[in-house]
């Protein structure tokens, strides 16, 4: 099974993570971009008559670049960048399983969203702690809810380099190589922790509320009541609090899942 290559964010330098996770390897740095985008610049000044454009031109203070900039560090490798929107793109949104790759941009982020094997998706976003698995029948849905959330989408044409992991473990930088499985298992970690956090917040704030009324909190077992009639514990009262119910209901839901009755 194929391995995965992914770089995690680093300051504003996600069009470098964009273009080294389509590309599968370490093969760019901020330095080569900056370069490209110097090279740019004077091309620009040169079309301009040697005069100053007044913009901050293909690259700014905190090393963010410009779509220009991937776009030609992209023609090194012979592929080629195009809008989904473009009219030699139609039928691409309806069937983008039939691409190799896409690069998403909203305003100051990129990221590769491409195909891995014969038939298997993932999202590259340098913002995950890994690459996340997209399903092939998911994946029109996902690149129509960015383009409704203000992505631009470009379509990665040309034949993308094979994958060429490192024979043995070393320093890749801002990257790292994964196994699916690895990958699978740092998004679900991800999403765990971020379960407990809501948690540990809904708690929180139940604990103010309850502080700042002057009471307390009660919580009561919700199963069915087995005493005399009329007492009805686990019947829930005035005193018991939904959102800290949830909280503990979240935090302890694997526990429950596994031993409950």
Excluded at 53 to 62: C, H, I, L, Q, T
Excluded at 157 to 185: I, K, M, V, Y
Excluded at 216 to 229: H, N, V
């Amino acid at each position: 099974m194929a391995l995965l290559y992914h770089e995690s964010q680093v300051g504003a330098l996600c069009g470098v993570h964009c273009l080294n996770t389509l590309l599968q390897g370490p093969y760019f740095s901020e330095v080569d971009l900056a370069q490209i985008a110097q090279e740019l610049d004077a091309l620009e000044r040169a079309l301009l008559g040697g005069a100053d454009a007044g913009e901050p031109g293909n690259v700014d203070a905190s090393g963010m670049f410009s779509s220009q900039v991937l776009a030609k560090a992209l023609q090194v490798w012979g592929l080629a960048a195009h809008p989904i929107t473009a009219p030699e793109m139609a039928g691409v949104a309806a069937e983008p399983q039939r691409e190799a790759a896409f690069m998403c941009n909203l305003q100051e982020h990129w990221f590769t969203i491409r195909r891995v094997g014969a038939d298997a998706w993932f999202n590259f976003n340098s913002i995950y702690p890994a690459p996340e698995a997209l399903g092939t029948f998911y994946l029109a849905a996902y690149l129509a809810t960015l383009r409704e959330q203000g992505y631009t989408i470009f379509v990665i044409r040309g034949d993308l380099p094979r994958a060429s992991p490192p024979s043995a473990p070393g320093p890749q930088g801002p990257g790292r190589w994964l196994t699916q499985e690895e990958a699978r298992a740092a998004i679900e970690g991800a999403a765990a922790a971020r379960a407990r956090g809501k948690a540990v917040n809904a708690l929180e704030a139940a604990l103010a509320r309850a502080q700042a009324a002057g009471g307390t909190l009660t919580l009561r077992s919700k199963r069915p009541a087995s005493g005399p009639a009329g007492d009805t514990p686990g019947g829930g009262g005035d005193d018991e609090d939904p959102d800290l119910a949830r909280a503990i209901a979240a935090s302890l839901g694997q526990d429950l899942g596994d031993g409950g009755d």
